[in-house]
């Protein structure tokens, strides 16, 4: 996994480490000052030493902490006439060009944070001006942000009153991948962007909290835990399994189909995002195994929170019957985007399943687990049950403000293989089941299997 796809459950801040390359990468990157497409990040490269900047155009400029992990994740690809190179991460390539040097700002950096409050409410806003992706689809006015919040920073604000502002604006977004961490080190605090919608406000009162995005890791993840553990009475007697300390679950529904409930789509691997898709693709040889005996096949991603798309891809793999486009992406620059990058779906090398699938997809579908549906979707053999998923499809773009509180934000969009674009508003299914209901919330999780079964058994 890369810091330009660190994506998922949002909370889950541990992926946002900010990260330098490490040797073996930096070798293969030709010295010199390389600044990457959409990204405004700079890559200096010294005889195979490699330092990384996360810049806002024309006022600031940041230097990525070396201490903050031990690689970048990046591979040179090719040449480009020596002006520009094209550089892959995870299922994305990306295109940087030769700067002669390094902008003015970054020539002559701080040595600690800088904590001057007009500039770092100059940094958040401008970060967010030059790279954030959404605001027409999230209906945010972001001229209007500076205009309401601007002339009441001053020299004299406190630290508390400015996250208090920009907490609010943060939440303000819609957006579950925009959040503020007040500490790159510690995160001792942290602001969330998100969406509610019909299944949220039922989570709530089901945990007993009232309706608060900092509240929501312990919220879902609680009513997570506590469907799983029905899970077991649900299937065939006997017939339930567990892998991956129960991120993969599965069993029967019946003689003829099986069930698979994918809870994750990272975390697999203590090491790197090779290393993630080494361990989904063991993983999967069992799920394999398992489902080999089914004429049809469930599989539930309504509960996965996402994780690193190169998993999700994987998965997918098992899938797909032929090479097929999955979505195309771009980057935001200032003015427009970059050139759409085809992703394609494609039969993997191992064993895989070309049987009848009904995915079972939702409002708590997120971030990589939407982009798994993106690529199950184009499969002829596959059904998408359920509801429109959660909406934040981008990979999420990390930027250090000078007072080392971390954003993170949405700067990429994606286009569907259909021609359409579902940020914000969520990937929707082939069949809607709306199935939970307040009275008995739990239960009413495993309804929808059901209409999977059902549809199924028709011989759709």
Known sequence: MNFLQ?????????????????????????DGIWELEGYQYILESRSGDLQGFYTVAGSYCGALPRSMADEFGF????????????????????????????????????TGPDFNPETNFDAFWGYFDQNYAFFDERNIDWS?????????????????QLWQILGTVIGQLGDGHATLVNDIRTREQTARGGQVRELLPLL??????????????GVFLGFREDVFRQLPAKLKPGSHWR??????????????????????????????SSDEVSAINALMNQVMDRVRGSDSLIVDVRLNPGGDDKVSMAIAERFADKQRLAFTKQARLRHGFTAPQEITVQPGAT??????????????????AEIF????????????????????LSDTH???????????????????ADGNRYEAVGVPPDIVSKRYDKQRLIDSHFDSMADCTAYLSAGR
């Open 204 to 217: 709530y009162e089901y945990s007993g909290k009232s309706i608060d995005f900092n509240r929501y890791p």
């Open 243 to 272: 892998l991956a300390n129960g991120m993969i679950q599965g069993g029967y529904v019946n003689e003829r189909t099986a069930y698979l409930a994918i809870n994750e789509m990272s975390g697999f691997s203590d090491g790197q």
């Open 398 to 416: 990390v930027f250090v403000m000078p007072n080392q509180w971390m954003l993170t934000g949405s700067n990429e969009r994606y286009t569907a």
């Open 144 to 160: 209007s942000v500076y205009r309401r919040h601007r002339p009441a920073i001053t020299e004299n604000t406190t630290p508390q």
């Open 6 to 30: 660190r994506r998922g459950a949002p909370w889950l801040l541990t992926l946002l480490m900010l990260p330098i390359l490490s040797p073996a990468h930096s070798a293969a990157i030709p």
């Open 75 to 110: 591979e040179m690809v090719e040449f480009k006439g020596r002006k520009s190179i094209e550089l892959k991460a995870g299922i994305s390539r990306y295109r940087a060009r030769r700067l002669a040097q390094l902008p003015h700002q970054c020539e002559a950096l701080s």
């Open 351 to 368: 064993q895989g399943y070309r049987r009848p699938v009904c995915l079972l997809a939702g409002e708590l579908t997120a971030s990589a």
């Open 373 to 392: 549906v993106l690529a199950m979707r184009v499969l002829p053999q596959v059904t998408v049950v359920g509801e429109p998923t959660k909406g934040i």
